[in-house]
């Protein structure tokens, strides 16, 4: 089988500004992909751009990619655009993966790209809404609502059903808040760097009982990039791509949908729960990182709580999560997220993390999910990497 590799990364900062352009932070992150990678436009054979809600946003609904890369020469070469919700910038990692390794192609260049900061509060909420199925509003919304966002009511659900399954508190996901904030104080691209206390966490202004604004990730605007191939130029700085799954939900009646995609990625990568250094998980609010560590496998169920109230999530744990910040700190511009947290594990694997570097790294994971449909994620992507 062929192998991928990550062979250079980029990143925009993520903001919350009404006046960023997508083109622009676009721009940023992919020449410092191309360069990280020491690869020319004339290289690339494809590109794939993962952006879920910009026909709402912006009102741009089609030739999205087109549009973000118009000032870079790619004429003749194939730009596909890829929608699925939250998972937008993974599923279009996996297309890429895909190409490679049916040898379609040699070299890809992958993009996430959201604008999600408007002056309208509300049309970022409006637009989140439209990742669940409209004609049966009703059957997907969870009974107590009033936060003014479909999701975070979705996601205090969740966190009100972990903590009667299990013995979480909200003091427990206020201390992932305050971890993340930690990692984040060292990563340049993040929106939320200042360190915040448990305290504070649990004093801010509520959005869903137990979740506090701090808990919830922000709305913003954000860019990453990925150079993939199957032969890199500075083959001692890649990273290898051992996995890559994609499944849609079926229902809260059957196996989670990350459940079921970590069990492939596993089975593909040949590496073991046990063999993740980090991990890169989709906390579109604190809670949502146990629930996914749980579900990916690399913590049995229930136990979550204490692995956060031991330490083990930080970096300097044994199973640290998120150093990038995660959603909740660094941000979530929804098309962006996906190949952010692969921009953040090949760094990680890299060395090149700075004062958020996971000594001795060797093996990450990513898992990003999208959507809500009949009780679970719409869809589910999991990543492996390794050096």
Not at 166 to 193: C, G, I, M, W, Y
Not at 235 to 261: D, M, N, Q
Request: proline fraction near 4%; charge should be negative.
């Amino acid at each position: 089988m062929t192998d991928t590799f990550v062979a250079g990364t980029g990143i925009a900062v993520f903001d919350r500004s009404p006046s960023t352009r997508s083109a622009d932070q676009v721009e940023h992150a992919v020449r410092a992909a191309l360069e990280d990678a020491a690869v020319g436009l004339d290289q690339i054979d494809a590109v794939y751009v993962g952006n879920a809600a910009s026909g709402l946003l912006t009102g741009q609904e089609m030739i999205r990619g087109q549009v973000l890369l118009r000032q870079f020469d790619l004429s003749g070469v194939p730009i596909v655009n890829c929608e699925n919700a939250c998972a937008s910038g993974s599923t279009a990692l996996h297309l890429a993966d895909t190409a490679l390794r049916a040898g379609r192609a040699g070299t890809v260049l992958v993009v996430g790209a959201e604008k999600m900061a408007s002056e309208d509060k509300q049309r970022p909420m409006i637009a989140l809404a439209a990742a669940v199925d409209q004609e049966r509003l009703e059957e997907e919304s969870p009974e107590v609502r009033g936060s003014g966002s479909l999701f975070m009511d979705i996601y205090a659900q969740l966190a009100r059903d972990y903590m009667s399954d299990h013995e979480a508190r909200p003091e427990d996901f206020a201390a992932l808040v305050v971890k993340n904030r930690r990692h984040a104080s060292h990563n340049p691209v993040a929106q939320f760097t200042a360190p915040i206390t448990v305290e504070e966490v649990l004093e801010a202004r509520l959005i869903n009982d137990p979740l506090t604004l701090p808990m919830c990730s922000p709305i913003g605007n954000g860019a990453a990039a990925l150079v993939l191939t199957i032969e890199p130029t500075r083959e001692a700085t890649a990273v290898r791509l051992l996995a890559s799954s994609l499944v849609s939900g079926r229902g809260r009646h059957s196996e989670p949908a990350v459940a079921h995609a970590a069990r492939l990625a596993f089975d593909q990568s040949g590496v073991s729960p046990g063999d993740v250094n980090l991990a890169e998980v989709h906390d579109a609010t604190a809670p949502a990182e146990l629930i996914a560590l749980e579900e990916l496998g690399l913590l049995a169920s229930g136990e979550g709580v204490f692995a956060v109230r031991k330490g083990r999530l930080s970096v300097g744990g044994d199973l640290p999560t998120n150093p990038s910040g995660g959603l909740v700190c660094k941000g979530h511009p929804v098309g962006a997220t996906g190949v952010a947290q692969v921009v953040e594990v090949a760094d990680q694997l890299r060395g090149r993390a700075g004062g958020r570097q996971v000594e001795g790294a060797r093996i990450g994971i990513t898992e990003n999910a999208g959507g809500w449909l009949g009780g679970d994620v719409a869809a589910a992507t999991v990543h492996i990497l390794g050096r």
